[in-house]
C-alpha cells in the first residue's frame, strides 16, 4: 500500500512560484505513473499533471502548460510540481496521485488508486 504526502502548499501572489512536494512512502517502480490534480471550491477535481516514474512521458493540462513542470527524483522518492506565474485562478488544494502502472496519460481522477491528503494553493490577485 503506497501512502503519499504532499507538502510546498501556501499564499502567494500572483506571478509568484510554489514547488510542491510528493513522496512516496515506499519504493515506486518504474511502471508507476504520478499525477497531480487540483479541486478548487465547488468544483471537480481535475488533473494538472503526469508523469510515468521511469520520466518517459510526462503530461499536462492545456491551463498549465508552460507555467507548470512535473519531475521526479528517484533518490528521494518524491515527485515535484513546480509551479511558475501563478493565477488566482490556480487556488484549489492539490493532491498528488498514484497508479501503479500506465502510460503517463492517465487524466482521469478514477484512474489512479492511491492518494496524498492534499496541500491548500492559495494565489492572491
Known amino acids: ?12 501572489q500572483a506571478g509568484g512560484s ?3 512536494s510528493c513522496t512516496a512512502s515506499e519504493r515506486t ?24 516514474w521511469s520520466g518517459s512521458s510526462t503530461n499536462y ?5 508552460g507555467r507548470f513542470t512535473i519531475s521526479r527524483d528517484f533518490a528521494k522518492n ?3 510540481l513546480q509551479m511558475n506565474s ?6 484549489a488544494v492539490y493532491y498528488c496521485a498514484a497508479r ?4 503517463g496519460y492517465e487524466t482521469k481522477s478514477y484512474e489512479y488508486g492511491y ?7 492559495t494565489v492572491s490577485s
Do not use: H
Open 1 to 12: 500500500q503506497v501512502q503519499l504526502v504532499e507538502s510546498g502548499g501556501g499564499l502567494v
Open 18 to 20: 510554489l514547488r510542491l
Open 29 to 52: 517502480y518504474n511502471t508507476y505513473v504520478m499525477g497531480w490534480f487540483r479541486q478548487a471550491p465547488g468544483k471537480e477535481r481535475e488533473f494538472v499533471a503526469g508523469i510515468r
Open 61 to 65: 493540462a492545456d491551463s498549465v502548460k
Open 78 to 80: 518524491t515527485v515535484y
Open 86 to 91: 501563478l493565477k488566482p485562478e490556480d487556488t
Open 100 to 103: 501503479s502502472f500506465g502510460s
Open 115 to 121: 492518494w496524498g491528503q492534499g496541500t491548500q494553493v
